[in-house]
């Protein structure tokens, strides 16, 4: 079996020292899981100082929307590593996502999620499954900027970045060499979007090239996943944006084998966040029944990044007897495979029994030192492309027919900028539009000027003026731009 790790700047530590790593015990099976696993890190020798913090439900409830104190985060930039069980989020609204929050104040953008398959002994259709997925974890759909435009429309943002696209490529083919990875699959929807999921693909392409010695290819994502659910081992490290990624790596976890299994760490340029990806299980709480393996391994990947490969690879090792022991917890138990069937505190036990031993019939795991890994620092580019402003797309509510709207529109336009088309859903509906078009009340209508020749800013100004006199509802704006005479916007679908 190949050797997984997360490896980012790590903080090797002294022989003797002990470094301090924040805590928490979590919700629903939090409490237990974390409890077999500070028993089996201390058991194994891993010097770690704890530092315990508490967010997740009881902070919610505490009045905080976001599940954290405001003096936590003090210690959680103090100890760099925080090692977290899973929270219960509160139903409702009016909650923020305490996982979001955490990865985007403290920068943690590479969520690195290893799903390996251990057959025989955990049940799975794929027995020579080892993916990695490298989500993008800060950007894309998860900016959470939400708007409700009119009665019948409401828009999601999703921002991708230059900057963002590179560190997560740059991470992606860093991981795959300090890890003997083969092969870095890019996935995007950049059939779709051109623009967004366009410069994601094209960045990966871009860094791909300083690493010859790796294989590089693209998948859309929707095959892409798909392949990944029926044959997985096709696969080796994939790298993308935040949402598929969220998607592709549970689908990974479950193909694998089971949710309960699969770490995930968060890596940024300062911090960094282990956890399990698995939520806090509610419905088995306090039974003493849930698997601490997925926190575990997430503990083991925290040991290699804070510079313990030792002991990480100890526990890896009398994990792996334990399981080939046949030694279950019910999720994973299987009759005529499994020999015992054990609960949380007790497969901690017998792990912590195998500190010690190697596997017989998985591959031993040996961790080595990892050097930080080789990312470039984000400039912003030092020559600022040329930007002209050619025109722009205004989103009016309107109730009443295409043809009606385009006749207040056309009354106003300014010198240079002419009504080009209108859609709606990004459908073109004007000219020419076709009666079988389903239309809501969001229109998007294009100004532009023809040929696309740099636009007086002013006339932005004249024509939110003239939109007022035409008694039109204005919902919002996007310039149009050339940046170094290439269009920075799409063409309507049907244009
Ligand atoms: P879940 O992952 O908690 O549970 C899904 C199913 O898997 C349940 O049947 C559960 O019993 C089982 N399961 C999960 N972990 C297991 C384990 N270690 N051993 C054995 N069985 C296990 O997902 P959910 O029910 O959708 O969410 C429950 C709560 O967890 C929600 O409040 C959700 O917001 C939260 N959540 C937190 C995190 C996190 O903190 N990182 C992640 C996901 C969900």
Redesign the pocket.
């Known amino acids: 079996m190949n050797v997984v790790c997360s490896s980012t700047a790590s903080s090797a530590s002294n022989q003797n020292e002990l470094t301090p790593i924040a805590i928490s015990y979590?919700?629903?099976?939090?409490p237990e899981?974390m409890t077999a696993v500070v028993d089996i890190l201390n058991q194994a020798g891993a010097k770690l100082e704890y530092w315990p913090i508490e967010v997740?439900e009881t902070v919610y409830n505490q009045g905080h929307s976001s599940g954290i104190a405001p003096e936590t985060w003090q210690k959680l930039q103090k100890a760099k590593v925080f090692l977290?069980?899973?929270?219960?989020?509160?139903?409702g609204g009016g909650f923020k996502?305490?996982?979001v929050t955490i990865r985007k104040t403290l920068g943690l953008y590479a969520n690195v999620r290893p799903c390996a398959s251990y057959a025989p002994f955990v049940k799975t259709e794929h027995p020579h499954m080892n993916v990695v997925v490298i989500r993008e974890n800060e950007e894309d759909l998860y900016a959470g900027i939400e708007h409700r435009q009119t009665e019948q429309v409401y828009q999601c943002l999703k921002l991708i970045t230059k900057p963002g696209c590179e560190r997560i490529c740059r991470y992606a083919f860093e991981y795959a060499r300090a890890n003997g990875r083969k092969k870095v699959t890019c996935m995007t929807k950049d059939n779709i979007m051109k623009l967004t999921d366009g410069l994601f693909h094209k960045v990966f392409d871009e860094i791909g090239s300083d690493y010859p010695e790796i294989q590089k290819e693209h998948r859309i994502i929707d095959i892409g996943m798909a392949q990944v659910a029926c044959r997985p081992e096709l696969f080796d490290v994939i790298v993308t944006p935040n949402l598929y990624g969220d998607i592709l790596s549970d689908v990974a976890a479950e193909v694998a084998g089971?949710?309960?299994l699969a770490p995930?760490s968060n890596i940024g340029d300062h911090c960094a966040m282990f956890?399990?990806?698995?939520?806090?299980?509610?419905?088995?709480a306090g039974q003493n029944?849930?698997?601490?393996?997925?926190?575990l391994l997430a503990a083991v990947m925290m040991l290699v990044h804070v510079g313990q490969p030792e002991v990480a690879s100890a526990i890896h090792n009398a994990w792996l007897c334990t399981i080939e022991d046949g030694i279950h917890?019910?999720?994973i138990y299987q009759l005529g495979i499994s020999k015992e069937l054990v609960g949380t505190r007790e497969f901690g036990n017998a792990v912590c029994q195998r500190l010690g031993s190697i596997p017989k019939q998985f591959s031993t795991i040996t961790y080595t030192e990892v050097s930080p890994l080789q990312s470039e620092p984000i400039h912003a580019s030092q020559t600022r492309q040329k930007k002209e402003l050619v025109g722009i797309d205004i989103f009016i509510d309107w109730t009443r027919t295409v043809d009606e709207l385009a006749m207040r529109l056309q009354s106003a336009e300014t010198q240079h900028m002419k009504l080009q088309m209108i859609t709606n859903r990004g459908v073109k509906v004007w000219p020419n539009g076709f009666p079988e078009t389903f239309v809501t009340d969001h229109w998007r209508c294009r100004f532009i000027s023809d040929p696309q020749l740099e636009v007086p800013k002013q006339e932005l100004q004249d024509i939110m003026g003239n939109l007022l006199k035409a008694e039109l509802d204005f919902i919002k704006s996007e310039t149009l731009c050339l940046f170094d005479g290439q269009p920075g916007f799409s063409l309507g679908q049907g244009q």
């Open positions: 979590g919700d629903g099976i939090g899981i997740g977290k069980a899973p929270i219960t989020t509160p139903q996502s305490l996982n089971s949710v309960g995930s956890e399990a990806i698995h939520g806090s299980a509610p419905d088995i029944i849930a698997n601490p393996s997925g926190l917890t019910k999720d």
